[in-house]
């Protein structure tokens, strides 16, 4: 409402006093508008799904929120938003739109400070033109607080669920190494303030899931381009803006070969970031597609990985390669406290797949055919999904 052009209307107040059940999506354009989204969705007893840019603007572990949406988002939030009478969008352009409202399931009102994407994705009954924080200030007072928070619960309930089993597949009990056990470590062990950048590969699905945003922790990846190798420029950017924060790069083998000189970058300038390689020798995330469209994996895998330890010792920082769950924490640790530029190198569990939070029955009949079609590997891929059933039946 910058512009003045648009305002809270009745309009707005029927339909988010009227839904009986309201979700949230919130984007990047919602992360300086915590306390307005937290108080909107407590109003309006609805669960915030957050884009992936958006993951900072709400803490993961808060109550109201279902975490992220898409493929690698969460099942409680794939189910609200199909499941919603009202979307309230605040400063996403959330391009998947497989992953929104069915068409005339839901109505929505959209918070966006660029006039042009109002309507963009889906259509907006009401669409508010403004700042995603002033905005929900002045709507707060115009909402009527839901006494029917059953949506909302429904979604808590499921959410329970969901954190366990992602809990489960942070196991360190598995050798290689857990993707999600390397993650998990990084977020227990780095701090409130932390900012975490991150490749676009299975490891933002890790990130996602497994990097907790707490306190003013913030998270940063190539959201609309989503191209490789960005973590480690990023992390540097971030370290040279805010010094006193603790910057980590969680990258991919394929994306950190591309731009590996940029380690020289960082020991040059002396800035103390932490960069945390995914290491499962392949291009992981375009096996999955691969798979995932039926065919078998080719030309993602290599015989052998970079060391990149050994790299960034090369280039005068502390690099350490780990290999063994029982090792990581320690490396982890060491790599922080570090006063200078520091590499972990985890050798990781490459038949890990980044599963959607709802599998679609065209996926799985993909990745059946892509077996049957001759996919290298299938046992160690078979062992890992009967495995991660295991644990989570056990956690
Ligand atoms: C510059 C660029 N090239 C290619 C792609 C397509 N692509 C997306 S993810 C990916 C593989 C990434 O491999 P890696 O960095 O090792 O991460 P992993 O998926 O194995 O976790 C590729 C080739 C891209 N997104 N950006």
């Known amino acids: 409402m910058a512009d003045g052009r ?84 605040v400063g996403t352009n959330f391009p998947y739109t497989a ?49 029917d928070r059953g949506f909302l619960e429904q979604a808590q309930e499921a959410m329970a669920a969901w954190r366990e089993d992602m809990e489960a597949l942070e196991s360190p009990d598995r050798a290689p190494i857990q993707p999600q056990y390397l993650m998990a470590v990084v977020d227990r062990l780095a701090g409130d303030d932390a900012i975490l950048t991150c490749d676009s590969g299975t490891i933002a699905t890790w990130a996602a899931r497994h990097w907790r945003i707490r306190g003013d922790r913030r998270f940063y990846l190539s959201g609309n381009l989503a191209t490789m190798a960005c973590g480690l420029p990023y992390a540097i950017a971030a370290q040279w803006a805010l010094p006193g924060r603790q910057c980590i790069a969680f990258v991919g083998d394929g994306g950190l070969a591309m731009l590996m000189a940029e380690l020289d970058t960082a020991v040059r300038y002396d800035l103390p970031i932490t ?58 640790r060491a790599a922080l406290d570090h006063p200078g530029p520091a590499l972990v190198d985890c050798v990781v569990n490459p038949h890990e797949p980044p599963l959607p939070g709802k599998i679609e029955f065209k996926q799985a009949k993909g990745f059946a055919e892509a077996f049957l079609r001759g996919q290298p590997d299938k046992l160690a891929t078979a062992r890992t999904l009967i495995k991660d059933q295991v644990d989570k039946l056990r956690g």
């Not at 409202?101 to 403004?130: C, H, K, S």
């Not at 005068?316 to 982890?332: I, T």
């Open 6 to 89: 648009s305002g809270p209307h009745p309009g707005d107040r029927a339909d988010l006093n009227h839904g009986t059940k309201v979700a949230m999506l919130v984007g990047a354009g919602a992360l300086g508008a915590r306390e307005e989204v937290l108080a909107t969705a407590e109003t309006l007893a609805s669960p915030i799904i957050k884009t992936l840019p958006g993951k900072a603007a709400v803490p993961d572990d808060h109550p109201l929120t279902t975490g992220g949406l898409g493929l690698l988002g969460t099942k409680p939030s794939e189910a609200a938003v199909h499941e919603c009478d009202t979307l309230l969008m």
């Open 99 to 147: 992953h929104l409202p069915e068409p005339g399931q839901a109505r929505t009102v959209q918070i966006d400070n660029d006039p042009v994407r109002a309507g963009n994705r889906m259509p907006t009954e009401v669409p508010l033109v403004g700042d995603a924080a002033e905005t929900l200030r002045a709507l707060l007072p115009l909402l009527e607080g839901k006494t």
């Open 275 to 332: 960069v945390v390689v995914d290491n499962n020798a392949s291009l992981g995330q375009i096996e999955w597609e691969q798979v995932v469209l039926g065919y078998p994996e080719y030309g993602v895998r290599y015989d052998r990985s970079i060391d990149f330890a050994q790299v960034a010792r090369a280039c005068g920082a502390f690099g350490v390669r780990v290999e063994k769950a029982g090792d990581l924490e320690a490396a982890v």
